[in-house]
C-alpha cells in the first residue's frame, strides 16, 4: 500500500529540510512548497492526504492558505497541521478559526510532530466519506491566432457533447474582451462573469451557479464581461478558482479561451484536461500553432492531451494538409470542413447549426469530435487512480 502523502509549506528551507527527514523516516511521502500560492497550486492538482503548514510565508499566510484549501469542494476536507512560533491562546484559536484541525507550537520534539501527523490522519481517515467527489472533464478550445472559427467550434462542440450526453455540460466564455457565446447561443448577457469576481474576494459555488445562463438545450453559459474595459477586473485566481468550483458542478466544461498568452489563459491550461486546437490552413494560424506546440512542455500541457483541429479543411486554396502536418511535425486530429453560409447565417440568428440541420456535415464532423473526446477522457478517468481528496 502507499505510504500517505504529505505536503510541507515552509519558506524556511533549513526547517522544512528538517521536516522532510523526520517524516520520510516515519514511512511518509513528503512534497515541499515555499508560499501559499504554490502550495495552492500543488493541493489543487494533486490533493496530498495532509498539509502541514507554517503560519508565516511570503504571499499569502497560513491562515490564508487554510481558508482556500476549506473553501474549496475537493479538499474541504483536507487535514491540516499548523504549526508557528507562536504558542498563545489566540494564535491557537485564529488557527483553528482558519479551519486548522491541529496546531503545533514550535519548538518541538520530533516525536511529537510524527504523532500528531499519525493521530490527525487516523482521526480524519475514519470521519472521511467513502466516495470522493467527482471532477468533471474541462476542454479548452484554443486558436493561436484569430478569426480560425475558435467560438463557433467551441459552441458547436458544448452542445455536441450535451446532445451526446444529455449531461451537465457548461462553457465558459473565457475570450474576456470580445468574447461572442451569447452572440452565438443568442442568450440575453443579463449576467457575467463580472458580477462573479465583484461579488466578493471569495468565490463560492452557489455565487457562480447564479450567474449561469440556461440554454433552451439545457447547454449553460458563463459569459464574458459586457464591455471590454471590464475584462481587467478578472484576474488569474479567479479564473483558477472558478475553473475548479465549475468542474465539480458540470461532467464537462468548455472553455472558449482568448488568443493570448496571459496569466489568465495559462491558469485555464493549468486546470484543462484537453486542449483543442483550432487552426486553418493559412500561413499565420500554421505558423503561431507551431509556436504554441513549441510553448506547451514549458507551459505544463503534455502533448498527448492536445488535438489538432484543422478547420475549413476543404478550402481548397490554403496550405495542403501534408505540408501542415510536415511544419506541426505531428498530425491532424480532426478535420473539419467549412460549413459556409449555413453556418454564418446560424450565427447571425443565435441558433446553432447542430440543433437547426443535425445532418449537415459541419455538425456530423462535430458530433465526431465531442464521441471521440467523450471516449478518450472516460478512458483517460478508468486508467488513472483518482488523487486523494484527504
Not at 513528503?30 to 490533493?47: D, F, M, W
Request: hydrophobic share 40%; charged share 20%.
Amino acid at each position: 500500500m502507499k505510504p500517505p502523502t504529505l505536503l510541507i509549506v515552509d519558506d524556511d528551507d533549513t526547517l522544512a529540510e528538517m521536516l522532510e527527514l523526520m517524516l520520510r523516516g516515519a514511512g511518509y511521502e513528503v512534497r515541499r512548497a515555499t508560499s501559499g500560492e504554490e502550495a495552492l497550486q500543488q493541493i489543487y492538482k494533486t490533493p496530498p492526504d495532509a498539509l502541514i503548514c507554517d503560519v508565516l510565508l511570503p504571499g499569502i499566510d497560513g491562515y490564508t492558505l487554510c481558508k482556500r484549501v476549506r473553501q474549496h469542494p475537493l479538499t474541504k476536507t483536507l487535514p491540516i497541521l499548523m504549526l508557528t512560533a507562536q504558542g498563545d491562546i489566540s494564535a491557537k484559536i485564529a488557527g483553528f478559526e482558519a479551519g486548522a484541525n491541529d496546531y503545533l507550537a514550535k519548538p518541538f520534539e520530533p516525536q511529537e510532530l510524527v504523532y500528531r501527523v499519525k493521530n490527525l490522519l487516523t482521526r480524519i481517515t475514519s470521519d472521511a466519506p467513502a466516495t470522493p467527489l467527482p471532477r468533471g472533464k474541462i476542454i479548452t478550445v484554443f486558436g493561436a491566432k484569430g478569426g480560425v472559427g475558435k467560438t463557433t467550434i467551441a459552441v458547436s462542440l458544448a452542445l455536441a457533447l450535451r446532445l451526446r450526453t444529455r449531461r451537465r455540460v457548461i462553457i465558459v466564455d473565457a475570450d474576456l474582451t470580445f468574447g461572442d457565446v451569447a452572440v452565438h447561443l443568442n442568450i440575453a448577457p443579463t449576467r457575467s462573469i463580472i458580477d462573479v469576481v465583484r461579488t466578493s474576494d471569495e468565490i463560492e459555488r452557489e455565487m457562480i451557479h447564479q450567474v449561469l445562463l440556461t440554454h433552451p438545450s439545457g447547454l449553460q453559459a458563463l459569459l464574458a464581461p459586457p464591455r471590454p474595459e471590464e475584462s481587467e477586473l478578472v484576474n488569474a485566481d479567479h479564473m483558477t478558482r472558478i475553473l475548479d468550483l465549475l468542474a465539480v458542478s458540470a461532467d464537462y466544461v468548455v472553455v472558449d479561451c482568448q488568443t493570448s498568452y496571459d496569466d489568465r489563459t495559462l491558469s485555464i491550461f493549468d486546470r484543462t484536461d484537453h486542449v483543442l486546437l483550432v487552426i486553418t490552413p493559412e500561413i499565420g494560424p500554421l505558423k503561431n500553432t507551431s509556436m504554441f506546440l513549441s510553448l506547451a512542455g514549458q507551459l505544463g500541457i503534455n502533448q498527448r492531451a492536445i488535438s489538432i483541429v484543422l478547420n475549413r479543411s476543404n478550402s481548397g486554396v490554403g496550405i495542403g494538409i501534408n505540408e501542415i502536418e510536415r511544419v506541426l511535425r505531428r498530425k491532424v486530429n480532426f478535420h473539419v470542413m467549412s460549413g459556409g453560409q449555413p453556418v454564418v447565417t446560424a450565427v447571425n440568428r443565435g441558433t446553432p447549426l447542430i440543433l437547426e440541420q443535425p445532418k449537415h456535415p459541419f455538425v456530423q464532423q462535430m458530433l465526431y469530435i465531442a464521441d471521440q473526446l467523450i471516449k478518450q477522457l472516460e478512458t483517460a478517468q478508468v486508467t488513472q487512480p483518482t488523487p486523494p481528496t484527504g
